[in-house]
């Protein structure tokens, strides 16, 4: 009968398969073939998760280096724009100061395009070689139009400027934008590209994952955080590439991809957006003062503050260095898109606590409107930065981007080529207003017959009012002239003109045997020249005029500008025993609190309320508030804008100090003032009584 052989016989040839070793063999074989499948799959697995890390590095990295790139263009694109701005501001203004800007504006772009060649390819190293050699003509023709300056021929200037100058800085601005807009479009398809291998990851993913899961079970939980792992690395990637490292917030691109986004939204629902591009003010004396980690922690600190005062839904960027951007996606107009740059530029100007280190800043603010200036991405971003340009170099805070400044920018540079030959022609002429003292100016038994007494009058000072008699153009009000003088850097000669001129004539006067204390008027940029009390004090000592007989005037928004160098400031120039005026009092912002701190002798209301109190109830209120308000604090109260005798006499009502307006006489120049002087002025206030 047919059994198990004994030990050691061989197996004959006709011996028959056992079916239980068929059935081990069989069970072998298959354990084999699924260890065989399962390490299958598992390389499988682990080689498919290689290759999206891969493929995730990659495109990161090409996002990496495209914006790189564009970053590079950016930077040279920048420079292209400050070296003009700057070559401008020379032509308007020459000063060393300004042509060393120039001059570190032409070295920055170099750098940056020698970045360019060093990050790029050969066609990016073909663009930067062909825009240096433009570069250099454009420098070398700047140059030929600085050395013309001095000869103050504007016909030569203007020739000079529009066939030499002007072209070569169209070209290089053309090459260089244009190149910058090639590379933010390919940082845009690359970002693209990651997206896609993103989603392709996410829909593939879950597959390999569930089908590891099924075959071993005991690997679940490695291959669980190997998909965890790998999917925080995605995220990591993709973030890394899109955010700012510092800050978290959306980068360049990001925020590119986003005003596209919101563009083609906006189409669809008919609605507006707005972009703003902001600069921070003096942000490099934080980092020459205190050290990269205090500007860094500053910089965390705006981006803090900005997320706090935007909507929710809009869009806050850091593009680089202290460059940020804020996009609107939806406004209802650009005074919504305006006020939301207001809310930004009062939250800046709230001082930051950086490690127990106080700091201020101020920012720039560039505006541009889809409703007002196209629907183009690019272009909206470029006429932003157009925008704060303007707002950094004229020190507006905010600038909306406008298309007609282009256009008067010849107008206004033949006016102030004017205004610097008035200062050095004797165009410029002071005029005298008086100051008069309230109490017993006129005789109470004729209060209503409008005429004045001249008996009565007491002259207690005056003001010196600018006046310009151009020899062409006639008179030009100073409201035409001044405010070009402090947005483009004059208005420091033109303060020390009137300075000189007015302590002059009131040393004249001081020599004479009268005191008359006069009065100059003070621009917000005059608060942040530190030389000025020097300047002052040899004014002073040079016409042998006591400080007491000098009046300074500011105004309420000049001293907000600010607020911490204009206090200290004003405190140096009161300590030389100079008098503090406020001027315009009630139509700014000055807080209670900050009438306390400042070195103040004198608050004149502002003439809107003067003129009109007779009339308005509530501006008499403010005018009587106003008076006991600065009597409290021991100010002297002068009224700007008398013009009738019942406001004259309404104010002595009010318990007012001093009055000044048309009442009296209108401004007058030199001669004339000193014949009205001797024929009006009555009481003993000067030695010679």
């Not at 042509?99 to 920055?108: F, L, N, S």
């Not at 420091?492 to 004539?505: D, E, F, K, M």
């Not at 306390?596 to 003439?607: F, G, Y």
Request: overall charge negative; aromatic content about 6%.
């Amino acid at each position: 009968m047919k059994g198990n052989r004994p030990p050691g016989r061989p197996r004959n040839a006709d011996d028959s398969e056992n079916p239980a070793d068929k059935t081990g063999q069989g069970a072998y074989r298959r354990n084999l073939q699924a260890i065989g499948g399962v390490l299958l799959v598992l390389l499988a697995f682990g080689g498919f998760s290689l290759w999206c890390s891969q493929v995730t590095s990659h495109a990161a990295a090409r996002v990496g280096v495209a914006q790189q790139l564009a970053d590079d263009y950016q930077d040279a694109a920048t420079a292209v724009a400050l070296e003009q701005s700057l070559q401008r501001a020379y032509l308007l203004q020459p000063s060393a100061e300004v042509k060393d800007e120039y001059r570190q504006a032409t070295d920055d772009l170099v750098t940056a395009l020698n970045q360019v060649s060093r990050d790029g390819g050969a066609v990016d190293r073909k663009i930067a070689r062909s825009v240096l050699d433009d570069h250099r003509q454009y420098v070398q023709a700047a140059d030929r139009l600085f050395t013309a300056l001095p000869n103050d021929d504007p016909d030569t200037l203007a020739k000079l400027d529009a066939e030499q100058v002007e072209p070569f800085y169209r070209f290089i601005e053309t090459s260089v934008t244009r190149a910058a807009d090639e590379r933010h479009a390919s940082a845009a398809a690359a970002l693209s590209r990651l997206k896609q291998a993103q989603r392709l990851n996410r829909h593939l993913m879950p597959i390999a994952f569930v089908a590891a899961t099924a075959l071993i079970a005991a690997m679940a939980l490695i291959s669980r955080r190997q998909s965890q792992l790998l999917v925080a690395h995605h995220a990591q990637a993709v973030r890394a590439s899109l955010h700012d490292s510092l800050t978290g917030l959306p980068n360049r691109t990001l925020f590119q991809d986003r005003v596209g986004q919101a563009l083609r939204a906006g189409d669809r629902a008919n609605s507006q957006l707005a972009v703003l591009i902001i600069d921070l003010d003096r942000f490099k004396e934080v980092n020459d003062t205190f050290g990269h980690h205090y500007g860094d922690g500053l910089l965390v600190e705006v981006a803090a503050r900005l997320q706090s005062v935007v909507r929710l839904g809009d869009t806050i960027a850091r593009l680089g260095g202290d460059e940020f951007a804020v996009l609107l996606p939806e406004v209802s107009g650009l005074e919504e898109a305006t006020g939301i740059a207001d809310r930004i530029t009062k939250i800046l100007e709230t001082s930051f606590t950086v490690d127990e280190i106080t700091i201020d800043i101020e920012a720039s603010i560039g505006l541009a409107h889809s409703q007002e200036h196209g629907r183009d991405a690019a272009q909206l971003q470029q006429y932003a930065d157009a925008a704060m340009y303007t707002a950094k170099t004229h020190g507006l805070g905010l600038s909306v981007y406008q298309r007609s400044a282009a256009a008067s920018a010849p107008a206004r540079l033949g006016l102030l080529g004017d205004l610097r030959r008035a200062l050095n022609h004797d165009e410029l002429t002071l005029y005298y207003q008086p100051k008069v003292a309230i109490d017993g100016t006129y005789s109470p038994k004729k209060p209503d017959s409008g005429t004045n007494d001249p008996s009565r009058i007491a002259v207690v000072g005056v003001e010196a009012l600018l006046r310009w008699h151009h020899p062409e153009k006639g008179v030009i009000p100073p409201d035409s002239f001044i405010p070009l003088a402090e947005h483009t850097g004059l208005i420091g000669p033109l303060t020390r003109y009137v300075l000189n001129q007015a302590i002059a004539c009131a040393g004249q006067w001081h020599q004479g045997g009268q005191d008359i204390p006069v009065a100059v008027n003070l621009s917000a940029r005059n608060l942040l020249d530190s030389d000025l009390p020097e300047v002052v004090s040899a004014l002073l000592t040079r016409h042998r005029l006591p400080a007491a007989l000098l009046h300074l005037e500011v105004t309420e928004s000049a001293i907000m500008t600010e607020q911490t160098r204009a206090a200290r400031l004003l405190r140096e120039l009161s300590e030389l025993g100079i008098q503090i005026s406020i001027d315009d009092f009630g139509a700014g912002y000055t807080s209670l609190s900050q009438l306390k701190t400042l070195p103040l002798h004198e608050l004149k209301i502002d003439r809107s309320f003067v003129t009109t109190m007779t009339e308005d109830p509530a501006n008499a209120t403010i005018v009587r508030s106003v008076v006991e308000l600065g009597h409290n604090l021991g100010l002297t109260i002068v009224a700007e804008g008398v013009e009738t005798a019942d406001a004259l006499n309404a104010l002595g009502g009010y318990g007012c100090d001093v009055a000044q307006g048309y009442l009296f006489t209108p401004p007058l120049p030199l001669e004339k003032f000193d014949a009205w002087y001797r024929s009006h002025h009555r009481f003993a206030h000067d030695r010679a009584h």
